[in-house]
């Protein structure tokens, strides 16, 4: 027996089967938009009202998008007053129902991943109630004259419309995609005024035959152990940062603090050299200016670290997210290395290779959303 709570249009009767939901998931996003008020302009885009399983939840979140909608903060006492002002608060669970919803939620970093998830649920209830719609139609149909040909074509047409929701077309007419090209082509032969189209590499060498790392790609690096590519990765981490682009390290090898010692030895080179600054009192009087200075140069530096040495694409995206939403964007990914990266399920039967091909695919994904170059 179903709660009363439950959205009544949201409900698909299947006996002794509860339908596809993800309260808790619920529950957390909406904690997410009272708490952070950047939360609900990333979940517009992917839910509806009506995807929501829990009445109660429903009606919450309609209250959040009329106020964002008219560009009012989306907290706790601008949500209580409207769904008070329309009538709801009562029928949400009032102010105790809400308050437990914030008090519930740490942070809106997975806010996106949980808001997919939700709609992934509703989607899978729109489908068998579309399955049980031609079901009942196939039992009326002596009753109605309904013909088995027009019960499947009501199907496929119903399966057609939820796929248009679920999964809009990416088909681009060339003609909408010249002028950005065009652009694009025309920024790149401008000399010094031209906007980047690439992210340098710094090795003028180097950039000289790839032309720089692009936007919205992942270039990978091969290389036998122990050669020098975190080393080499960084340093070019360092340079993009320095030239004023966010640029995002994810070193699963080494820790925090000696990604920072080898970074204040890049900036402080050649005045301390780079090994003394992991050794017990190898410093000497004369080296500590440059690296005060140093430490001063490294601290403005757009360069964020996460030195977490289990994570996995969904981790990165949702720090890649938090960046984005406190600096605007972000240029530069690198992630030290990808063979490291833990697979967000695994599926049985597949080897490291398939694994590690996935994990590829969903790196060159976020460089895609992100629109910035991923180096691996």
Not at 58 to 72: C, D, E, M, T, W
Not at 161 to 189: F, G, H, W
Not at 299 to 328: E, H, Y
């Amino acid at each position: 027996m179903f709660s009363p709570d439950f959205a009544p249009d949201n409900v698909v009767s299947m006996p002794n089967h509860l339908p596809p939901q993800a309260i808790e998931a619920e529950e957390v996003v909406l904690g997410g938009i009272l708490f952070d008020p950047e939360a609900i302009a990333r979940v517009i885009k992917i839910l509806q009202p009506e995807d929501f399983y829990v009445g109660s939840h429903k009606n919450i979140y309609q209250a959040a998008v009329r106020l964002h909608q008219s560009q009012q903060p989306t907290d706790l006492l601008f949500v209580t007053s409207w769904l008070e002002s329309h009538g709801l608060l009562h029928n949400v669970g009032g102010r105790n129902k809400l308050a437990s919803l914030l008090n519930s939620c740490v942070s809106a970093v997975n806010i996106d991943a949980l808001a997919e998830l939700i709609r992934e649920k509703a989607q899978l209830r729109a489908v068998i109630q579309t399955a049980l719609q031609m079901a009942r139609e196939a039992m009326d149909a002596p009753l109605t004259e309904t013909t088995a040909t027009s019960v499947i074509e009501m199907g496929q047409q119903k399966l057609l419309e939820l796929r248009q929701l679920t999964v809009p077309c990416q088909m681009k007419l060339i003609a909408d995609i010249i002028p950005d090209v065009y652009a694009e082509i025309e920024a790149s032969n401008n000399g010094e005024d031209a906007i980047e189209v690439n992210v340098p590499t710094g090795f003028y060498d180097l950039d000289s035959v790839i032309g720089g790392m692009p936007f919205g790609a992942l270039t990978v690096v091969g290389g036998r152990g122990g050669i020098g590519k975190s080393t080499w990765a960084l340093d070019i981490g360092i340079r993009a940062a320095a030239s004023g682009l966010t640029t995002a390290y994810f070193a699963l090898e080494m820790s925090a603090s000696q990604m920072v010692k080898k970074t204040l030895s890049r900036l402080a080179a050649p005045h301390v050299p780079a090994d003394l600054l992991f050794k017990r009192n190898a410093l000497r009087e004369s080296h500590w200016n440059p690296l005060a200075q140093a430490c001063a140069e490294a601290m403005a530096l757009p360069f964020w670290l996460n030195d977490n040495p289990v994570i996995t694409t969904s981790q990165i995206k949702g720090d890649l997210q938090d960046i984005q939403a406190r600096c605007g964007s972000v240029s530069l990914v690198i992630v030290d290395y990808v063979q490291l990266i833990e697979p967000m399920r695994r599926e049985r039967g597949e080897n490291r290779v398939q694994e590690i091909d996935s994990i590829l695919k969903q790196l060159r994904a976020i460089a895609k959303q992100f629109n910035c170059a991923v180096l691996g």
